[in-house]
């Protein structure tokens, strides 16, 4: 099935039940008691009709997005609007759908503070690199895993940096002989890393803490823990259309003759890695690791065979975008059936942030083959 044919239900289903009110020509009705009524319920269709053609651009019109508040309903309007008369006010369909995507699950605290340019700035790019590589990498990917995992700018709550057109202009001449996305995610993991000179190298962080977070942040120290590996690597995936999102753990669940104090041990303290979409399912990286392979890191099978799903210090979780439950349920491609909708990431050095996740045990487990009964 095509997008068109896909995307077509909820849209016509709109139109068909709104079509006959648009005009705003009443029928007559039955009796002069029932008028009043009927002339309210044609002024409120109307009205529907105007606001979901403005925002609705799109076949991705999601209920139950971030958007419970009237006042912020208007900033992502202004937002939305500013962002297409930047990009020229394009008429495919593709672009305005990935403008209406990004705005409409962008956490609340970035429509106050990003501004139209940034947001257009991000579309351009992202959409650039998609139509680059789509006889290699990225023909055959699922619309929905582009605009949930190429197109964002963050990952996590990270300053906001500008990073698209730095990562891009250095990542794809590192990419220039790759045909596959495994080919990207492992030269990448390898070479971003020299972006700047000195090298970025892995610095630990004290427990629950970070020592650099944003992609300029960590070229500029020249280092960076776990978390800021993570969201570079993350960064650099995306600047060429590979698809990826930072995963990790509050606390591992190790045994007791490890952690003896529990997660206020250091060996029982965060870890954040990378996954990608790659050659049509998902992998995970160990970034800035020594392996050459995907799906291998010093965590997998000992470590996460022993973290529990619904267990929010001993859980894996992977990012997202837009809130995985919608994502559940409008995602017809199975790109994320292997995971189940969490309500946010847990960061132990950041409880207060809301950041969509899903919850991946099932999915580790899975790749080691542990037994989910025991």
Not at 103 to 124: C, F, G, I, Q
Not at 314 to 337: C, K, M, N, V
Request: with cysteine; glycine share 6%; charged share 20%.
């Amino acid at each position: 099935m095509d997008r068109d044919q896909e995307d077509q239900g909820p849209r016509a289903a709109l139109l068909a039940d709104d079509g006959n009110d648009v005009s705003g020509q009443d029928s007559a009705p039955s009796t002069p008691a029932r008028a009043p009524r009927s002339r309210r319920w044609t002024t409120v269709a109307v009205m529907l009709i105007l606001v979901m053609a403005a925002v609705a651009t799109a076949g991705y019109v999601f209920a139950g997005s971030r958007n419970t508040d009237t006042g912020l309903r208007g900033l992502r309007q202004q937002l939305f609007e500013g962002t297409l008369a930047r990009l020229g006010r394009p008429s495919d369909r593709d672009t305005r759908e990935a403008v209406e995507f990004l705005v409409r699950h962008m956490p609340a605290h970035d429509t106050h503070e990003l501004k139209a340019a940034y947001l257009a700035s991000n579309v351009k790019l992202a959409m650039k690199a998609h139509q680059m590589y789509k006889d290699r990498w990225t023909g055959s990917l699922p619309w929905i895993v582009f605009l949930n995992d190429v197109l964002p700018y963050a990952s996590l709550a990270e300053p906001r940096d500008d990073w698209r057109q730095t990562f891009f202009s250095f990542m794809q001449k590192l990419v220039a002989d790759c045909e596959t996305a495994d080919c990207v995610a492992l030269r990448l993991n390898e070479e971003s890393w020299k972006i700047v000179q000195p090298a970025i190298i892995f610095e630990a962080a004290p427990p629950d803490e970070l020592n650099s977070y944003s992609p300029f942040q960590t070229m500029h120290r020249h280092n960076s823990s776990c978390t800021g590996l993570a969201i570079f690597l993350v960064d650099a995936l995306r600047s060429v259309g590979v698809p990826a999102r930072v995963a990790g753990v509050p606390h591992w669940n190790k045994p007791r003759n490890k952690c003896p104090h529990g997660d206020s041990d250091a060996q029982c303290g965060n870890h954040n890695w990378v996954e990608a979409f790659v050659n049509g399912s998902w992998h995970f990286i160990d970034q800035h690791g020594n392996s050459k392979i995907l799906d291998a890191g010093w965590f997998f099978p000992g470590d996460t065979d022993l973290q529990q799903a619904g267990q929010a210090n001993h859980s894996i979780f992977s990012t997202s975008w837009a809130p995985t439950s919608i994502l559940q349920t409008e995602d017809r491609t199975g790109a994320y059936s292997e995971f189940d909708a969490a309500r946010r990431f847990p960061m132990v050095w950041d409880w207060k942030s809301d950041v969509p996740a899903w919850e991946s045990v099932r999915f580790y487990h899975a790749k080691s083959g542990k037994d989910p009964h025991v």
